[in-house]
């Protein structure tokens, strides 16, 4: 069975500072992996996506995410947090033999970008 | 950029009420749309996939006479939770799949918190 693990409840980072948002995965096969962004009051947002090729994906708002084969993990990175970044982020993968609505979301992580 | 409404943001009703949440597409048509259901620090848990036009399909462990789900246009689902017990709070969140996009291109609503007193 598919699964996706974020094993940080909350993520606090100072302005200015790399962030990392950890994720990782279980999916036979290769996986889709994705990462969205859930601002307040608003709807998950699509930031970026997984399906082959290059490791390191760039994604909306300057985020990049890093696909780790041997490490099963698709941490999502920023070189430079800003305050605007506070946000809650669901790491989600699917198998893609599996049909559209088989994504997984994680539990989500809140990064919380102080000024 | 595609826009998914829906509503109520937050209801509160009694226990054996009914409440009906809406998830709406603005500016494009949905063929396809999903129902989540998320707790308190846990994943987005899928409920059912809503295809405009026929029945849903639900997730194992989800009952189909309690979480009632209408496609009955390209822009409009429904969700309706049946005879609302304290058990069913939770936030309740929608996805739109966009005619020809591709299976991971989704759409998402800002959610409904149900609180059943």
Redesign the interface.
């Known amino acids: 069975a598919q699964s996706v693990a974020q094993p940080e409840d909350q993520v606090n980072v100072a302005e200015g500072n790399p962030l990392t948002v950890k994720c990782t995965y279980s999916v036979s096969g290769n996986p889709y992996l994705f990462w969205y962004v859930q601002y307040p009051n608003r709807g998950l947002q699509f930031l970026l996506k997984y399906i082959t090729g290059d490791n390191l994906v760039k994604g909306s708002y300057g985020f990049e995410a890093e696909f780790n084969k041997s490490q099963t993990s698709f941490h999502l990175k920023k070189p430079s947090a800003l305050v605007s970044d506070s946000a809650l982020y669901f790491c989600a993968v699917r198998d893609p033999y599996s049909s559209a609505s088989k994504i997984i979301f994680g539990s989500g992580t809140r990064l919380s970008i102080r000024p | 950029g595609a826009v ?1 409404s ?1 509503h109520p ?1 937050r209801v509160i009703c009694k226990s054996g009420t009914s409440v009906k949440i809406e998830c709406r597409s603005l500016d494009f048509q949905a063929t ?1 749309m ?1 129902w ?1 259901r998320q707790f308190p ?4 848990m ?1 409920m059912a ?1 809503s295809n405009e036009g026929s029945k849903a ?1 639900y997730e194992q462990g989800v009952e189909k006479d309690k979480f009632l789900i209408n496609h009955a246009s390209l822009t409009l689902s429904t969700l309706t939770v049946t005879s609302a017990h304290p058990e069913d709070s939770s936030f309740y ?1 929608c ?1 739109a ?1 966009r005619f020809r996009d591709s ?9 409904t918190q149900l609180s059943v007193l």
Do not use: P, R
Request: proline letters at 0%; a positive charge; zero cysteines.
């Open positions: 998914v829906q943001s396809t999903f989540y620090k846990k994943s987005l899928l996939t399909t969140i996805s799949k299976n991971e291109k989704l759409f998402f609503g800002s959610g």
